[in-house]
């Protein structure tokens, strides 16, 4: 790992870490700062701890690849009860076999 990474790591980590230690107020203002829009009323401190915690770790790494977003959502498809239901992988091998015959 580059110092440079680790160096952001760690201080992302000590960022989440002193989440718990913040009031209800304070953790509504970092989720402003980080989300772009109010914290749900309803929102305990628990969640917006974890909330905010995803989202600088989001931001520092980054989030979900498209691909594997995709793969969830295939996922869930395949789960659910909608039978005709083809994921984008399906469709390009349904696609490739029709233009081969």
């Known amino acids: ?3 440079d990474a680790y160096i952001e790591a ?3 980590a000590d960022e989440i870490a002193g989440l718990r230690e913040l009031d209800a107020q304070s953790l509504r203002k970092k989720w402003q700062e980080l989300y772009g829009t109010k914290a749900p009323r309803c929102a305990r401190p628990s969640l917006m701890v974890r909330a905010i ?6 931001n520092a790494i980054g989030g979900a ?3 594997g ?3 969830l959502l295939c996922s869930a498809h395949e789960a659910s009860d909608q ?3 083809l994921c984008k992988s399906q469709r390009n091998e349904a696609i490739g076999r029709r233009m081969r015959s």
């Open 53 to 58: 915690a995803y989202k600088l770790q989001e």
């Open 10 to 12: 760690k201080q992302v």
């Open 83 to 85: 039978p005709n239901f």
């Open 1 to 3: 790992m580059k110092r």
């Open 65 to 67: 690849i498209t691909a």
């Open 69 to 71: 977003r995709g793969c």
